[in-house]
């Protein structure tokens, strides 16, 4: 059987102290109120009754019944009463009067006594040895109702039950609404709970109006946030342990393949030299032409591990940022020369220093040019523009071709990663690792009109 929770738990408990109280208060209140009408009642009908045996008594005294009769008679005329008789001192009856009901009933004797007035002592000298401190001279019966006072009790105690049900009824709600509103907050961080469990890491609870739930969600959102952080810590340490582990294992690749595959490679290209010259090959030759092709593509792949494994210790001193673009453009102008590409420059129009390597920084932009290229399928133009920003200095090369795919945005970066047939993809991942050692990054992104933007961050000197 499931447990109950909070709210249930409040509403039961409320519940169970307002029916007690209100069933010891009503209780209670009835039987004192019972008491008190009771009281009130009975007293009023032993007035009744004493103030017929005082009346009564001079009819007793000279047997007048027909006086005695009236008596009873407007006696009769008072509410709840339903019968008066008038006995003499031998329990005769002197006069009754008595209306059919069929309420309960109860009686209730009043002695008449005899008075002690000097004019009654004198009027009635035959009847001195009476001793009236000690004889009635007969005593009335007064038969009442008590339906009437039994039904008011009734209509009170219906009327408080329903009172008190009321009450507890407005107290149950009220409270209903109070208990809700401080559970709630429980139930939605209960959810958000269940939420980051199934891997929603984004979710974040409403503070509420109470300042208790409210610093509640505060500190758990604030939980959240730190959760959030130290996974994004944990996985960059394991991204960088899985990366150094590759840049190790790629450390022993590179020796391997510089023993094992530079050095025969480099004794093919010295024998296709040879052979070339002892039959007299021209360079024109398609087959020739392909094999040394193939052999500058391995040579150039082999340099690519090497340089990416063993990274150079980059060379600091002061360069001019205008000068080293415009020297990079030129080159690399030289080698695309027979190609339909224009590459148009943005330089600053004031010298700018950084303390770079400047052999390091023109194979990193000769990577970054070379992919711009590739993009643009070796035609259109490519920008390269350089702006400055405080003390931080940009270097944008920006092409035009298709853009880099949303799912690729954060691959593009990293080793081996290459979306083309041909390519080791280091380059760019060659160009993050220098530009780390010279305090710089490099970032890209899509242009709204087309094309992709690769940014080169620098300090400047």
């Given at each position: 059987m499931r447990n109950p929770g909070i709210h249930a738990r409040l509403l039961i408990a409320v519940f169970a102290l307002i029916g007690c109280t209100t069933f010891a208060l009503g209780y209670m209140g009835i039987n004192i109120t019972r008491q008190f009408v009771q009281t009130r009642f009975e007293e009023r009908i032993s007035f009744l009754a004493k103030y017929l045996a005082l009346n009564a008594e001079l009819g007793i005294l000279i047997d007048d019944r027909p006086m005695l009769q009236r008596l009873a008679v407007n006696l009769l005329s008072e509410k709840d009463v339903v019968g008066v008789t008038v006995f003499d001192r031998s329990d005769g009856k002197l006069a009754s009067i008595l209306k059919e009901t069929t309420e309960p009933l109860s009686v209730i004797d009043v002695p008449v006594l005899l008075s002690r007035s000097q004019e009654v002592s004198q009027a009635f000298q035959w009847n001195e040895d009476v001793d009236a401190d000690s004889l009635p001279i007969g005593k009335v019966r007064i038969v009442y109702s008590t339906g009437g006072i039994e039904q008011l009790l009734i209509n009170m105690r219906n009327r408080f039950i329903w009172l008190s049900s009321g009450i507890g009824v407005l107290a149950a709600v009220i409270f209903y609404f109070l208990s809700h509103s401080l559970v709630a907050p429980l139930t939605k961080l209960a959810q958000a709970a269940r939420d980051v469990e199934r891997g929603n890491r984004d979710m974040r609870v409403q503070p509420g109006s109470l300042p208790e739930t409210r610093e509640l969600a505060l500190a758990f959102n604030s939980m959240l946030d730190s959760l959030e952080r130290s996974s994004g810590a944990l996985e960059d340490?394991?991204?960088?342990?899985?990366?150094?582990?590759?840049?190790?294992?790629?450390?022993?690749?590179?020796?391997?393949?510089?023993?094992?595959?530079?050095?025969?490679?480099?004794?093919?290209?010295?024998?296709?030299?040879?052979?070339?010259?002892?039959?007299?090959?021209?360079?024109?030759?398609?087959?020739?032409?392909?094999?040394?092709?193939?052999?500058?593509?391995?040579n150039r792949l082999i340099e690519d591990f090497l340089a990416f494994a063993h990274p150079a210790k980059p060379m600091l001193r002061r360069v001019e940022i205008n000068s080293l673009i415009k020297e990079i453009v030129m080159r690399f102008e030289l080698q695309k020369a027979k190609l339909p590409v224009k590459i148009s420059t943005d330089l600053l129009e004031e010298p700018c220093h950084v303390n770079a390597d400047p052999d390091l920084i023109i194979r990193v932009f000769d990577n970054i040019l070379k992919n711009a290229f590739e993009a643009n399928g070796d035609r259109g133009s490519v920008n390269v523009s350089v702006s400055r920003e405080g003390e931080m200095l940009y270097i944008d090369v920006k092409d035009q071709g298709g853009g880099i795919d949303p799912e690729n945005m954060e691959k593009i970066f990293e080793p081996f990663f290459t979306t083309r047939s041909k390519g080791s993809g280091l380059g760019l991942a060659y160009a993050v690792q220098v530009l780390r050692t010279h305090g710089g990054a490099i970032t890209a992104k899509n242009k709204g009109e087309g094309g992709a933007l690769f940014r080169v961050t620098l300090p400047v000197e």
């Open positions: 340490v394991y991204r960088k342990m899985i990366q150094q582990k590759n840049l190790a294992e790629m450390g022993k690749f590179s020796m391997m393949v510089a023993h094992e595959v530079k050095n025969p490679l480099s004794i093919i290209k010295s024998s296709l030299d040879i052979l070339k010259e002892d039959m007299s090959i021209t360079a024109d030759n398609t087959m020739v032409a392909y094999m040394e092709d193939e052999i500058q593509r391995l």
